[in-house]
Structures are given as structure tokens and as C-alpha cells.
């Protein structure tokens, strides 16, 4: 899901006919045009991240990154780097604590929201991999730069599970088909410090082929200034992926657990949610047409994730036009529906999280053109 072929038409194979090719520089441009049937007077498509803009054109998003993959058989460095810049980039560290004191000009998320990955490490030729620093999270299908997702828009459980966690990866690859993994982060896309205590996750994923792919995540960690073990959260991620030039499908399953010691009774706040991801070429080879359909439901028992208690059902079907090899037209209509009897989505002055005449549904119609760039050098050595 990760690959920018999916939308961009490049394969990126790194083992292509000039041998392998370690080293990797891309980006891309993502500006769009979005209407939303509620018209919201603040222009802000409530819960998301990825496209937080609605009504207005947006240079959404900007990306630039150079990364260094590791050579097959062989003891190899790693490393990443990625700048981002744009509205997207904004809402992504919406979140992130803001420090206080006479030094808190110098950190927090006016600082940080222009680095978007920042890893370094390696890898053995035993396939052993240690990686530190700001990572791109495994965790869901997709990722928070649209151009390289089937869909344009992203899942309810895109928004609700990290972007990024900032920590240190450590990873085994077994006969080639199996991976487990071990994340010690910060916390749950955190760049700061919400308490004195990691976070862990443990990952398995099978890769069969190059078509199919399986990962289960489990998260366990405080992720409150409680930091005893019966106030940690504890979270699972399952996800399949199967991908062929013509058709692909995706699923995935999420449920999640908080036990809230500061709140009275100590309730435990659950969520749960699911998404079924389907795209299929109509036309072309090199200049092509594919088309993506997205169902998905997110059951917000008690309101941890998006505020208020509610299930989210949730609808998008994606017309991608590659134009060029370098030029990605969209056109997307997203269904939202919030079943929580006092709305959720923003709807004209109704602009507060807990004001009056918030919207229950929402259709929205999205208008997209992305310039994308990859380029892999570095051949190998004789």
C-alpha cells in the first residue's frame, strides 16, 4: 500500500535491469479542491489529518525525501529523511503537546511539523534490522501522503492509530517470508513527552509473494500520566493485503482498549473498527484509469478516539487517472455518517466541537492533481 506504483505508475524496483539501486529521492505536490454538503463557515473537514480542508483550494500537501534501502545479502546502513510543508503537515501534529517556559519557542510542533521521517540504522545480512529515530507507523492500511493510497481520502482508523512513532525499531526477518518486530516509541504519535514511560509494540508480518501480504500489531503501553500497568492502553491491529497490476483488495480490524484511572470508577474506554479496501484498473498501461472503493465502520463506544460516543460508517469511490508517469488526477465522493443523536461533523456556524446543529452525515466530493517524482540511483558494486 506503501509503493508510490499503485498510483504513480512507477514500479520502483530496486532490482531492475541496471542491478540494484540502494538509494531512492522523490516527493510529490498534492493540491485540491473539496466541496462539502455541510459548508462549514471554519473550512475544516472535522477528524482528519491528511485532507483537514474543505471548500477552499488548498495546496494540501508537500513532500521531499531521500532515503537509503538496504542491499540484499549484505551489511547495509539505513537512512531516511523527509521535509513536508502544507495544511496536511499542520493538522498532522494538531495534537502534539505545546511546551511552555521561556524555551518553548524552540520546541513542540511549530518546530517539528516540517520534518515528516528522520531515521537512521542498519541492516545485517542476516536480515536483522535496528532503526532509530521519527518512523513511518505500520500501523493500518495506507498513509498519511494520499498520493501513494488506493483511495484519496484515508480511513476513521487512519485518523485514530499513529502516523509516525518516534523510538527505535528492532526487527528480524526469518527465511525471507516472516518478520517479527519489536517498537519501543514515545508514545502514540507523540513527539513529546506525555509521561516518563515508553510504549511497545510488537509486529508480525508474512510475505509470501510480492502480492500478498499479513501483519498483526499488538500495542501495550501507559499512554496517560498514570503509568501503573492497569491504567495502559492495549490495542490490535490485524491487516491483509493482496495487489496485482489489475485488481488488488485489503482488509483490516482493529480493536483497542483504555483503562481511565483518572477518571471516577475507572472505566474502560473501548473502540473497535474494520475497513474492506478494493481498487481495479479499468484502462491503460501507461497512462491508465483505476477506480477504488472503500466501505468502513468505526465504533467509538466511548468517544476516546473522536470525542463523542458513536459509530462512524463511512463510504469512498476514487477515479485515479495517471495522465503521465508523473501526474496523478483524482476525482473522489466520500459518504460520512455519525450516529451520535447530536452530530459530529461540522455543519455551516455549527463550528465547536459541542455546539448546537452539528451534522450527522456528510457528502463530500473531492478534486485532486498530484505531481510525484521518485528516482532511485547508487547501482550496485561489482
Same mark, same amino acid.
Given at each position: 500500500?506503501?509503493?508510490?506504483?499503485?498510483?504513480?505508475?512507477?514500479?520502483?524496483?530496486?532490482?531492475?535491469?541496471?542491478?540494484?539501486?540502494?538509494?531512492?529521492?522523490?516527493?510529490?505536490?498534492?493540491?485540491?479542491?473539496?466541496?462539502?454538503?455541510?459548508?462549514?463557515?471554519?473550512?475544516v473537514y472535522r477528524g482528519t489529518s491528511v485532507q483537514p480542508r474543505t471548500g477552499e483550494f488548498?495546496?494540501?500537501?508537500?513532500?521531499?525525501?531521500?532515503?537509503?534501502?538496504?542491499?540484499?545479502?549484505?551489511?547495509?546502513?539505513?537512512?531516511?529523511?523527509?521535509?513536508?510543508?502544507?495544511?496536511?503537515?499542520?493538522?498532522?501534529?494538531?495534537?502534539?503537546?505545546?511546551?511552555?517556559?521561556?524555551?518553548?519557542?524552540?520546541? !513542540? #510542533? %511549530?518546530?517539528?511539523?516540517?520534518?515528516?521521517? @528522520?531515521?537512521?540504522? /542498519?541492516?545485517?545480512?542476516?536480515? =536483522?534490522?535496528?532503526?532509530?529515530?521519527?518512523?513511518?507507523?505500520?500501523?493500518?492500511?495506507?498513509?498519511?501522503?494520499?498520493?501513494?493510497?488506493?483511495?484519496?481520502?484515508?480511513?476513521?482508523?487512519?485518523?485514530?492509530?499513529?502516523?509516525?512513532?518516534?523510538?527505535?525499531?528492532?526487527?528480524?526477518?526469518?527465511?525471507?517470508?516472516?518478520?517479527?518486530?519489536?517498537?519501543?516509541?514515545?508514545?502514540?504519535?507523540?513527539?513529546?513527552?506525555?509521561?516518563?514511560?515508553?510504549?511497545?509494540?510488537?509486529?508480525?508480518?508474512?510475505?509470501?509473494?510480492?502480492?500478498?501480504?499479513?501483519?498483526?500489531?499488538?500495542?501495550? !503501553? #501507559? %499512554?496517560?500520566?498514570?503509568?501503573?500497568?492497569? @491504567?495502559?492502553?492495549? /490495542?490490535?491491529?490485524?491487516?491483509? =493485503?493482496?495487489?496485482?497490476?489489475?485488481?488488488?483488495?485489503?482488509?483490516?480490524?482493529?480493536?483497542?482498549?483504555?483503562?481511565?484511572?483518572?477518571?471516577?470508577?475507572?472505566?474502560?474506554?473501548?473502540?473497535?473498527?474494520?475497513?474492506?479496501?478494493?481498487?481495479?484498473?479499468?484502462?491503460?498501461?501507461?497512462?491508465?484509469?483505476d477506480m477504488a472503493l472503500r466501505p468502513e465502520f468505526f465504533w467509538d463506544r466511548d468517544g476516546?478516539?473522536?470525542?463523542?460516543?458513536?459509530?462512524?460508517?463511512?463510504?469512498?469511490?476514487?477515479?485515479?487517472?495517471?495522465?503521465?508517469?508523473?501526474?496523478?488526477?483524482?476525482?473522489?465522493?466520500?459518504?460520512?455518517?455519525?450516529?451520535?443523536?447530536?452530530?459530529?461533523?461540522?455543519?455551516?456556524a455549527a463550528i465547536a466541537d459541542d455546539a448546537m446543529g452539528l451534522g450527522r452525515d456528510q457528502?463530500?466530493?473531492?478534486?485532486?492533481?498530484?505531481?510525484?517524482?521518485?528516482?532511485?540511483?547508487?547501482?550496485?558494486?561489482?
Amino acid at each position: 500500500m506503501n509503493n508510490p506504483a499503485i498510483s504513480a505508475g512507477d514500479k520502483m524496483d530496486p532490482n531492475g535491469v541496471a542491478g540494484f539501486k540502494a538509494w531512492e529521492v522523490g516527493g510529490f505536490i498534492d493540491v485540491n479542491y473539496s466541496y462539502n454538503s455541510n459548508n462549514p463557515d471554519n473550512h475544516v473537514y472535522r477528524g482528519t489529518s491528511v485532507q483537514p480542508r474543505t471548500g477552499e483550494f488548498s495546496l494540501n500537501h508537500a513532500v521531499a525525501y531521500i532515503r537509503r534501502d538496504a542491499i540484499p545479502g549484505r551489511f547495509s546502513p539505513l537512512f531516511e529523511f523527509a521535509a513536508q510543508g502544507g495544511p496536511a503537515a499542520d493538522a498532522l501534529v494538531a495534537y502534539e503537546p505545546n511546551p511552555g517556559g521561556a524555551n518553548g519557542k524552540f520546541a !513542540g #510542533p %511549530e518546530v517539528w511539523k516540517h520534518i515528516s521521517r @528522520a531515521t537512521i540504522g /542498519f541492516r545485517t545480512r542476516h536480515g =536483522t534490522e535496528l532503526v532509530a529515530g521519527l518512523h513511518l507507523s505500520p500501523v493500518g492500511i495506507g498513509i498519511h501522503w494520499s498520493p501513494y493510497n488506493w483511495n484519496y481520502t484515508v480511513t476513521w482508523q487512519l485518523n485514530s492509530v499513529p502516523y509516525y512513532l518516534s523510538g527505535i525499531k528492532f526487527a528480524q526477518t526469518i527465511r525471507d517470508k516472516h518478520q517479527v518486530q519489536l517498537w519501543v516509541t514515545n508514545g502514540w504519535q507523540i513527539l513529546a513527552d506525555n509521561n516518563k514511560a515508553p510504549s511497545v509494540m510488537l509486529g508480525y508480518t508474512f510475505t509470501p509473494s510480492e502480492r500478498f501480504n499479513f501483519g498483526e500489531y499488538v500495542w501495550i !503501553g #501507559p %499512554e496517560q500520566a498514570d503509568m501503573r500497568p492497569n @491504567a495502559w492502553r492495549l /490495542f490490535s491491529d490485524s491487516q491483509f =493485503t493482496y495487489n496485482t497490476e489489475r485488481f488488488g483488495i485489503g482488509g483490516l480490524f482493529d480493536v483497542g482498549a483504555d483503562p481511565r484511572t483518572d477518571l471516577p470508577l475507572t472505566p474502560w474506554q473501548m473502540w473497535m473498527n474494520g475497513a474492506i479496501f478494493t481498487r481495479w484498473r479499468v484502462l491503460g498501461k501507461e497512462r491508465t484509469w483505476d477506480m477504488a472503493l472503500r466501505p468502513e465502520f468505526f465504533w467509538d463506544r466511548d468517544g476516546r478516539m473522536f470525542g463523542v460516543p458513536q459509530t462512524l460508517i463511512s463510504g469512498a469511490f476514487t477515479n485515479n487517472f495517471r495522465i503521465f508517469n508523473n501526474l496523478l488526477l483524482r476525482v473522489e465522493y466520500r459518504y460520512d455518517h455519525s450516529t451520535n443523536p447530536n452530530g459530529f461533523f461540522y455543519r455551516g456556524a455549527a463550528i465547536a466541537d459541542d455546539a448546537m446543529g452539528l451534522g450527522r452525515d456528510q457528502h463530500t466530493v473531492f478534486f485532486s492533481a498530484a505531481g510525484v517524482f521518485a528516482h532511485r540511483f547508487g547501482g550496485k558494486r561489482p
